[in-house]
């Protein structure tokens, strides 16, 4: 058989259509991963060997990614005729068969089931049927050995076959040699007998046979059953033993802790002490580099301050000295000024005091707003204070975080489980005993078990009865309560977890593991709750409260000083505005009258001047004068001003004077404080109560690890399962006893069945190898480019395949997967050669047969591939052999024709 073409068109994830033309011998069909190689490889084989018609899981497999029937077209030969098959894979799929004869003549069609029929006959296939598996080794013949899907090379390839391809290899090897293993008579059901009876003990292979119901397993699953029961009990004293010594040594170790316990705690608390003074030292010797810098810095300023009023007063004085002068300068009025420049001067005076007036109360109020606003801040942040206070307080009298609450409730939990494990231990092991009572005249006997099997019963006056119970139960009769009980019934392995959980609430200070998690629950509360009062406090007051307060006193200061500047200009000016937007618009009204007043007043010096033409220079003169006393008034007056304000931000120049001499004196007190306080290592004094603390909690944490091992020692010691240990020991070296003494039996009776079985097996050997000649033949052409001096061996059904090498005989289980997957392909070539019939060399077309193979070589090395190639090579004819592979680059050493190389990629793209 010679398939000519392949093509697929919308087969799973190959949309297609793809088409390969293939010839004799190699073909080479190569890709990238998921290019769609394995998926034209399974087209292939299905369209030779699956019928075309079905709606079931398989075919519904088939199916392309966006819908449709998948269809395949294969060309091949066969016994010289052409034969073209066409599938098209669904429920209301079909297949078309047109068969032309060799040498010409009219090409016959068959469609459907008749297609179907004619290319089972061809292919030497049974019918599926409905079979869920249409793939089937009991369906498909010999064709398993030639169709080898990815990641499958490595297994034997005799268990691909089934019954029908086993017949069809053994018809082809009894063609070639002339000799059959027919057999008969009393030697061959004797050999039957034998080999039944191996097969009892051993696999075909000779190894011996311990699968899953064999006898074999069963005796050996029983003695190692024993074994381990024998061993785990053995362990389980060991540990007990290793236990006792290790809860020794614990205890040991503990009872020196607690006398080096106390002695480390007063070293801790020496040192925390030590550093606490050290600390307080340090403080107190910041404290005063602070007041001594704030000191230092007040008296500059004060000094500041004081020449700033030197230079203030002597520049006032200077400008009166400057201004008296210039009034001096100014020439005598002339004869009866005009009244109307004396009164435009009037009305222009009381313009500038109502401006200067308006001016002073917007500045009182803006002043005003904002005291108010910082005496509001200073409330809150004095309110936020006392409330971080109050939390840090409380927050200090809780003494369990929420480690030690954790702790504490996987002890609670600890005991609970303990105690459970108690209850069913007692429900396990509780004794069952015969109790007989006889009730007196008068009073009846009551009778109660509760656990694990209820009984409530009551025995009559002046009868008797007997009853199976199991106990803990009780006896009541006449007042009087009688209660029996098992011996063990007082023992508790939770009393150790009970104890290590009372100890830990007593550390920890709380009646209860609830207890400890409410109070870490509000512990983190209070923590989270003093975060956000320094938060507050921080933002209304970040220089701190006092700062704040001083801010606010001194806005206040400058309300005041203004407010009685206002009021010392009496009725010179409007009442006062009643907020700052009154203000601002008097302010302004103020600016308006007095431009108006001085515009009136320079119209009548116009018209003055205008009337007035003969004494023109000599009021020009005037004027300038004029002019020149008014700037000198106006620059005495600011500097007055200037001199006041002054005064009024940092009091008469008595109380400046007084201030600078209290600053000088104040920074030198803290600067002879600050001498005074002795130096405090700080660092060193914490650093020596870190250490303390550490050496203390780690052997405080040394002892708790101590008292948990000790509480876990006792817990094992005291479980159930150490109860009655040596009598379960004894028991079960007894078991392991027998089941040895019958593992020893069995292996004497395989021992014998495997000697009368070999005996025999020599004398079939002989004829078995003639049998086989053909194959072996075959491979032993191909073994030894890749296994030197090997050969191998099957059994009859070409199922028990092994190698023997210098090293011995090795199952073929065994080999690396490299060597599995090369020897396996090397045998399905020798098999496919046989099949096709051409053991004795020669290469008739008519009896090639195709061998697929998906990238079949993943494991083998580069030495080995070489020697693969050759084989390939070597093997191919008469088999036609199409190789799928995604390392091109390797595979081209195996130098098949360009014609039968396909680039999958380039076929997709139409190239």
């Known amino acids: 058989m010679l398939i000519r073409s392949l093509r697929v068109a919308g087969y799973r994830g190959v949309a297609g259509p793809v088409e390969l033309r293939l010839g004799p011998g190699l073909n080479v069909l190569h890709g990238p991963n998921e290019s769609g190689k394995s998926t034209l490889m399974e087209a292939l084989r299905n369209a030779l060997l699956v019928k075309a018609r079905s709606g079931g899981e398989f075919h519904r497999a088939m199916a392309p990614h966006g819908g449709g029937q998948p269809e395949v077209e294969v060309v091949f030969l066969r016994d010289g005729s052409e034969h073209r098959l066409t599938k098209r894979f669904h429920a209301s799929g079909g297949t078309r ?34 079979s869920r598996d249409p793939l089937a080794p009991e369906h498909v013949n010999f064709w398993p050995l030639l169709f080898v899907a990815q990641n499958r090379s490595d297994r034997a390839p005799g268990a691909d076959l089934a019954d029908p391809g086993r017949e069809s290899l053994s018809a082809a090897l009894e063609a070639l040699s002339g000799e059959a293993l027919d057999g008969g008579g009393e030697g061959e059901a004797l050999a039957g007998l034998a080999e039944a009876e191996c097969a009892r003990f051993f696999t075909p292979s000779g190894s011996a046979k311990r699968s899953a119901g064999s006898e074999r397993a069963r005796v050996e699953a029983a003695l190692d059953a024993a074994q381990r029961a024998l061993a785990v009990l053995e362990e389980r004293a060991a540990r007990q033993a290793e236990a006792l010594d290790a809860h020794r040594r614990a205890a040991g170790r503990l009872a020196g802790l607690a006398a080096q316990l106390p002695e480390l705690k007063k070293s801790a608390d020496r040192a925390r002490q030590i550093a606490r003074e050290a600390a307080v030292r340090g403080a107190e010797r910041e404290r005063a580099a602070q007041a001594q810098r704030a000191a230092g810095l007040e008296a500059r300023q004060a000094r500041e301050r004081a020449k700033q009023r030197e230079t203030l007063r002597a520049a006032a004085e200077a400008a009166a000295a400057a201004a008296q002068r210039a009034a001096e300068e100014v020439p005598a009025a002339a004869e009866d000024a005009p009244a109307a420049e004396s009164g435009a001067a ?74 459970a494990a108690d209850a069913a231990a007692r429900r396990a092991v509780a004794p069952r005993v015969e109790v007989s009572v006889e ?287 040596p009598d379960r020991l004894a028991a079960a070296a007894l078991a392991a006893e027998q089941a040895r003494a019958a593992a020893d039996r069995l292996h004497a009776e395989a021992g014998a069945a495997k000697r009368l079985h070999d005996t025999l097996s020599r004398h079939r050997a002989a004829a078995r190898s003639a049998f086989l000649a053909p194959l072996r033949v075959e491979i032993d052409r191909l073994l030894p480019r890749l296994f030197p001096g090997a050969t191998t061996r099957f059994d009859a059904g070409f199922e028990a395949l092994q190698i023997e090498r210098a090293g011995g005989p090795e199952d073929f289980d065994t080999l690396s997967a490299g060597g599995r997957e090369q020897l396996g392909v090397l045998v399905r070539l020798a098999m496919g050669r046989v099949l096709a019939g051409d053991a004795a060399g020669a290469c008739p077309s008519a009896g090639a047969l195709p061998l697929l193979l998906d990238d079949p070589l993943t494991h083998t090395d580069d030495e080995r591939f070489a020697a693969m190639a050759a084989v390939l090579a070597a093997a191919a004819p008469p088999l036609q052999v199409l190789l799928a592979t995604c390392h091109w680059s390797r595979h081209r050493a195996l130098g098949v024709q360009d014609a039968q190389v396909f680039d999958l990629e380039r076929l997709k793209r139409g190239g």
């Open 97 to 130: 068969l047109v068969v032309t004869p060799a040498g010409g003549g009219s090409a016959a069609t068959l469609e459907d089931d008749a297609a179907e029929d004619r290319l089972r006959a061809v292919l030497g296939l049974a019918d599926a049927g409905r």
């Open 346 to 419: 009037e009305g222009t005076a009381a313009e500038e005091a109502a401006l200067r007036a308006a001016e002073l109360d917007a500045e009182t109020l803006r002043l005003a707003a904002a005291a108010t606003e910082a005496a509001e801040r200073l409330a809150s942040a004095e309110a936020a204070a006392e409330e971080l206070e109050a939390a840090l307080r409380e927050r200090a009298g809780i003494a369990v975080d929420a480690a030690a609450a954790r702790k504490l409730r996987k002890l609670a939990d600890a005991l609970a489980a303990a105690e």
């Open 439 to 725: 009730a007196a005249a008068g009073e009846p006997a009551a009778v109660r078990a509760e656990d694990p099997e209820p009984l409530d019963a009551a025995v009559e006056p002046g009868s008797a009865a007997s009853f199976a119970a199991s106990v803990p139960l009780t006896v009541a009769v006449a007042g009087v309560r009688v209660a029996v009980t098992p011996a063990s019934a007082g023992e508790s392995s939770a009393a150790p977890a009970a104890a290590a959980l009372r100890r830990a609430l007593e550390r920890a200070g709380v009646a209860s593991a609830d207890h400890a998690a409410e109070l870490a629950t509000r512990a983190a509360e209070l923590d989270a709750e003093a975060r956000r009062h320094r938060d507050r406090l921080g933002l209304h007051a970040p220089g701190g409260l006092e700062e704040a307060r001083a801010a606010a006193a001194a806005l206040e200061r400058r309300r005041g000083a203004r407010a009685r500047e206002r009021e010392a200009l009496g009725r010179a000016a409007a009442a006062a505005p009643a907020n700052e937007d009154e203000a601002e618009a008097a302010v302004a009204a103020a600016r308006r009258g007095l431009d108006t007043a001085r515009a009136r007043a320079e119209s009548a010096r116009k018209a003055r001047a205008a009337a007035e033409r003969a004494a023109a220079d000599a009021r020009e003169r005037r004027a300038l004068a004029v002019q020149a006393s008014a700037r000198s008034a106006a620059d005495a007056t600011a500097a007055a001003g200037r001199l006041a304000a002054h005064r009024d931000d940092h009091g008469p120049d008595e109380a400046l004077e007084a201030a600078a001499a209290d600053a000088a004196e104040a920074a030198a007190a803290a600067e002879a404080a600050l001498t005074d306080l002795p130096a405090a290592d700080v660092a060193a004094a914490d650093a020596d109560a870190a250490r303390a603390e550490r050496v203390l909690t780690q052997a405080q944490a040394e002892a708790r690890t101590h008292e948990d091992e000790l509480t876990r020692l006792d817990a094992m010691l005291h479980a159930g399962d150490a109860v009655g240990l």
